[in-house]
């Protein structure tokens, strides 16, 4: 069935309310991990790509803010995040965006995979032609 409006705003308001918290969990392991690397140590490929991520998160969390803070400028987030579809942090992703964005990276990497194999393909006969 239909959620009514005030479900929907509850769900919306613990929807934000976990990706602030997610974010704030991100912030406070990427301060340790520059402090590590202040100190000489050296990241992971993993922590680092995590670092990157979280810097990432924060700068996208500046225009997100003025949303939040400029009276009812929360009713034009919907129109900017279609125009603007990477300005939320991705702490503020929903399952289903996630999703669609994998979907997108598969198709993309089938068919470079496919492009590459015709080519691979083509230089072959090539080959054979100037070989035979």
């Known amino acids: ?13 613990k929807h ?9 969990t991100d912030t ?5 991990m520059v402090w590590r690397l202040l100190h000489g140590q050296v990241l992971t490929r993993r922590e680092r790509r995590r670092l990157l991520r979280t810097c ?8 997100f803010l003025v949303f939040v803070i400029v009276p009812f400028m929360e009713f034009l987030l919907p129109v900017f995040l279609k125009l603007f579809p990477d300005m939320l942090p991705s702490t503020f992703e ?14 993309a990497r089938l068919e470079l995979a496919k492009f590459l194999r015709e080519t691979i393909t083509e230089m072959a006969k090539r080959n054979k032609a100037d070989s035979g």
């Open 28 to 32: 406070k392991v990427a301060a340790r």
């Open 56 to 63: 990432a998160d924060l700068f996208r969390l500046v225009p």
């Open 94 to 107: 929903t399952e289903s965006k996630r999703e669609e964005k994998l979907k997108k990276k598969l198709n």
């Open 1 to 13: 069935g239909k959620k009514s409006l005030r479900q929907r705003a509850v769900e919306e308001l």
């Open 16 to 24: 934000y309310y976990k990706g602030f918290h997610l974010l704030w």
